[in-house]
């Protein structure tokens, strides 16, 4: 007994540092995976559409993979062109913080009222911004590189996909065992492609929604917040407060009034509610069945080895193990334990 726990304890261990010392590789290749399947099932779904549901299968493919490598390359552009203009407009939003910040000790009933550029002196200023411009410029290249590998891979795997059920059947020495193990295949596939289907469609109408309240109140950068916001609900509990935090610093900044961040917090917060709470549990049914501390666990450990990116991917990879184990009869106690009812 105690041998297999110290063999499972180095085994754990040597495997979170593979994953950890692997990240750029294996990072891109998952989010490829993940997003094959919502690829897959986005080109299924074009049969519904009365022009579109005629082409046959490889060219619905190919439409929807040049949809995704437009949608990389527009999201990259939208993201460097964003930080730019936030930048142009912070030297415009200093009378704002300057005046809110002199209102804010009018209030408090301090005497010498300081100014935005007395803060700024005393906070932002302090930090080294120069030694920061390097690491940024590489996360931007990073970011840009990782986005092309990712519509590199997705293009690969869904050219393979066609040959897969072939190769199945010879790696396992005949068409019986073959066709069980596809069958298997079949059912993981489509229980993790509607998962991640759903999930992304959930966070389109999210991201949707986001937009059309924050063009309605006036909030600049619009359409940047809301693909934010968009992205930020993959993470569960946390994504959806820092997709609401950072549009209502913004109003802060931007108008300068509480009263008016106030209004764009509880618009956004509506939104989120009504997605989180309404939207998605009809939409996503019994596919996303995880326990709170399952998810709370994936979140830190996929964190801690991907950061950020493995925040976001976090929960679909959770999901997507746990819906695996459940169609394996030797797993399916793990995937019980993993589930949040326990009906997996």
């Known amino acids: 007994?105690?041998?297999?726990?110290?063999?499972?304890?180095?085994?754990?261990?040597?495997?979170?540092?593979?994953?950890?010392?692997?990240?750029?590789?294996?990072?891109?290749?998952?989010?490829?995976?993940?997003?094959?399947?919502?690829?897959?099932?986005?080109?299924?779904?074009?049969?519904?559409?009365p022009v579109l549901g005629r082409l046959s299968g490889w060219a619905r493919r190919t439409v929807i993979l040049i949809v995704f490598?437009?949608?990389?390359?527009?999201?990259?552009?939208?993201?460097?062109?964003?930080?730019?203009?936030?930048?142009?407009?912070?030297?415009?939003?200093?009378?704002?913080?300057?005046?809110?910040?002199?209102r804010f000790a009018s209030l408090l009933g301090i005497e010498d009222e300081p100014t935005w550029g007395n803060v700024r002196r005393l906070t932002i200023d302090q930090v080294d911004v120069r030694s920061w411009v390097a690491p940024a410029l590489l996360s931007l290249r990073g970011f840009g590189v990782t986005l092309f590998l990712v519509v590199l891979y997705a293009s690969f795997f869904m050219a393979e996909r066609g040959v897969m059920a072939r190769k199945v059947i010879i790696?396992?020495?005949?068409?019986?065992?073959?066709s069980r193990t596809l069958s298997l295949l079949s059912r993981i596939n489509e229980r993790i492609g509607q998962y991640l289907f759903v999930k992304t469609v959930v966070n389109v109408i999210l991201g949707g929604l986001s937009f059309v309240i924050m063009l309605f109140l006036g909030i600049e950068f619009a359409l940047f917040w809301a693909v934010l916001i968009a992205f930020l609900n993959y993470?569960?509990?946390?994504?959806?407060?820092?997709?609401?935090?950072?549009?209502?610093?913004?109003?802060?900044?931007?108008?300068?009034?509480?009263?008016?961040?106030?209004?764009?917090?509880?618009?956004l917060a509506a939104a989120q509610i009504f997605v989180g709470a309404y939207l998605e549990p009809r939409m996503m049914g019994r596919a996303f069945n995880l326990s709170p501390f399952v998810v709370l666990l994936a979140l830190a450990v996929w964190s801690a080895l991907w950061g950020l990116a493995g925040a976001l991917l976090a929960v679909p990879m959770t999901a997507s193990l746990v819906l695996v184990l459940s169609e394996i009869k030797t797993t399916r106690p793990f995937a019980v334990?993993?589930?949040?009812s326990g009906k997996v």
């Open 171 to 178: 790696a396992m020495g005949g068409e019986e065992a073959g």
């Open 69 to 102: 490598a437009l949608a990389m390359v527009l999201l990259f552009l939208l993201v460097i062109n964003n930080l730019a203009q936030v930048v142009a407009a912070l030297p415009r939003y200093e009378s704002n913080l300057d005046a809110l910040v002199t």
């Open 1 to 49: 007994m105690i041998e297999k726990a110290t063999y499972g304890t180095a085994l754990t261990l040597m495997l979170g540092w593979l994953l950890w010392i692997g990240k750029p590789v294996l990072l891109p290749v998952i989010a490829a995976m993940i997003s094959v399947y919502v690829l897959s099932n986005a080109a299924a779904a074009m049969q519904a559409v």
């Open 235 to 267: 993470i569960p509990y946390i994504g959806s407060l820092l997709g609401v935090i950072f549009p209502v610093l913004l109003s802060l900044a931007q108008f300068g009034t509480l009263w008016m961040a106030s209004v764009v917090l509880v618009a």
């Open 337 to 340: 334990m993993l589930s949040a």
